[in-house]
């Protein structure tokens, strides 16, 4: 739905299968000239990538994050997705474990190459290999034998390095030690906040601020102000939404799709929509959250549903409505108007503000009060105090938190190693004071955490670790490859 799609990590597989290599064959421009031309998109080390090559594997990640979507990627999504480099940047890895294969000595028989090409099911006629088969598909494709041996392999090159990686394993002595680790640490309370969130506590009158901003030498930097936080004081026209989607990613299933939004419709109201929503949507998210959109300003959803969206009056059912992604059912839940103030009408924040940041003994008087607070309330566990100190401030707060001695992490927080010590040495009811002049940082030590190491936990340990070493390892020898390789793009071909 939503155009800026957040990725959360995908990758590109570095292994090729069998059958993509087949189809790169019969529909592709495969070559092992040596050299990169400029109607090619790179090469490694001489291995050419092809246009055909890169829009293959570019086809198969946006049909792949179109169906997760539920819809067709736009062009401008699969720019903010960045796909066009993510896939160039999957070729080149694959290439270099090709090249680093051959640097390595790894090399390939004749007949260990022609054997995996007799395996191929387009080559095949009654369970057997035919020659003359494969000799055809070759010659209509106007590639000669060395050139499609050359492919397979790669392939097959690709696949041994990965298998040597693979095979990388660490001793189970260093898995134990690892869950020894792991299995012992410290349950603790914590409590965060950064010193600019104090800043808005910080009392400036109404005298002060006009005063400050009627001063010649304070336009400019007001005027500065005023643009770094532009976004604050003009805001779009925004509507908050939900919407029901019947997928039609094929014209054979709009029919089917539109006949199930026109059954629902009589039914719908703003009461009843969302549990409609997390019953009858087809879209993944709208599963969990009942077709909630949230809020969203023009050029966010694609223009059919937001053309509905922004003419709707808040309560409104509206639908179906035909998109790119199937037929929508639409309940629009708020609205706000456009926002646009002056300079002129905000200077008085804006010099607040900046009278906020200039009182450094005040805030600094702050900071030490606030602290005192939260280090009594900590010691007595009065949330109630704790959660009065984040009104206005984003103040962290992590109860019960559990922190090992492997990694010493709580939350999105990593103790110094001297930090850690100290916490997993501190006796139950301990208030620890980690804070820095940017920062308020209070740990208390609630109580030992000793969990036993069984053999299942010790199993799933020694996984874990050569997963992860596995992946070091591979990580570090194609970065050590790609220093030392030829790496040759062409951005115009993307």
């Known amino acids: 739905m939503n155009k800026s799609f957040v ?47 890169y829009q293959m594997r570019l086809a198969q990640q946006i049909e792949f994050f179109g169906q997760m979507m539920g819809g067709t990627l736009t062009q401008q999504q699969i720019e903010q997705m960045g796909l066009k480099e993510t896939v160039l940047s999957g070729i080149i890895q694959q290439k270099l474990l090709v090249t680093t294969g051959r640097k390595m000595g790894l090399v390939l028989s004749e007949n260990e190459v022609k054997e995996e090409i007799r395996k191929l099911p387009p080559f095949q006629q009654n369970g057997q290999f035919n020659v003359a088969l494969y000799r055809n598909l070759l010659q209509a494709n106007s590639y000669s034998p060395a050139q499609f041996e050359e492919m397979i392999g790669q392939d097959i090159t690709t696949r041994k390095m990965e298998s040597m990686i693979n095979g990388v394993q660490v001793s189970q002595g260093l898995a134990r030690d690892v869950l020894g680790f792991k299995t012992k640490g410290v349950k603790a309370d914590l409590v965060r906040i950064d010193r600019q969130e104090l800043v808005g506590r910080i009392v400036v009158t109404e005298t002060e601020a006009r005063e400050f901003a009627a001063k010649p030498e304070n336009k400019k930097l007001l005027e500065d102000m005023y643009k770094e936080n532009l976004a604050t004081y003009q805001k779009p026209e925004e509507v908050r939404a939900r919407h029901i989607l019947f997928r039609a990613e094929k014209p054979a299933d709009e029919a089917a799709a539109k006949a199930k939004a ?61 998109t790119s992604f199937g037929y929508h059912m639409l309940l629009v839940e708020g609205r706000k108007g456009e926002e646009k103030r002056t300079l002129d009408q905000v200077k008085e924040e ?77 006796a139950p009811g301990t208030v620890l004071d980690f804070s820095t002049p940017s920062a308020i940082f209070l740990v208390k030590a609630v109580a030992p955490l000793s969990t036993d190491a069984d053999e299942a936990k010790l199993k799933a ?32 071909m993307l």
């Open 7 to 53: 990725s959360k990590a995908s990758t590109i597989a570095l292994s090729v299968i069998f059958m993509l290599i087949i189809v790169s064959f019969l529909f592709g421009d495969f070559n092992q000239r040596g050299q990169v031309s400029a109607q090619d998109v790179g090469s490694v080390d001489g291995l050419v990538i092809t246009p055909r090559e």
């Open 262 to 322: 026109d059954k629902i419709a009589p039914s719908l109201n703003a009461k009843n929509f969302a549990a409609k929503a997390k019953e009858l949507t087809e879209d993944p998210s709208g599963k969990s959250n009942g077709g909630d959109l949230g809020w969203f300003s023009k050029g966010r959803m694609v223009p059919e549903f937001e053309e509905a969206a922004f003419k709707a009056k808040v309560g409104d059912v509206l639908g179906p409505i035909k």
């Open 350 to 426: 804006l010099a607040r503000s900046a009278l906020q940041r200039r009182k450094t003994k005040e805030l600094d008087a702050l900071m030490a009060s606030t602290k005192t607070t939260l280090s009594a309330a900590l010691a007595a566990g009065d949330k109630a105090k704790i959660d009065a100190e984040k009104k206005g401030a984003n103040l962290v707060h992590l109860p019960a938190t559990e922190i090992n001695q492997y990694d010493l992490k709580a939350g999105t927080f990593t103790f110094t190693a001297d930090e850690g010590q100290k916490l997993l040495t501190a």
């Open 461 to 492: 340990e020694v996984d874990a670790q050569n997963q992860a070493y596995r992946r070091k390892f591979r990580d570090e020898l194609l970065k050590e490859m790609n220093g030392k390789a030829k790496i040759v793009t062409n951005p115009a």
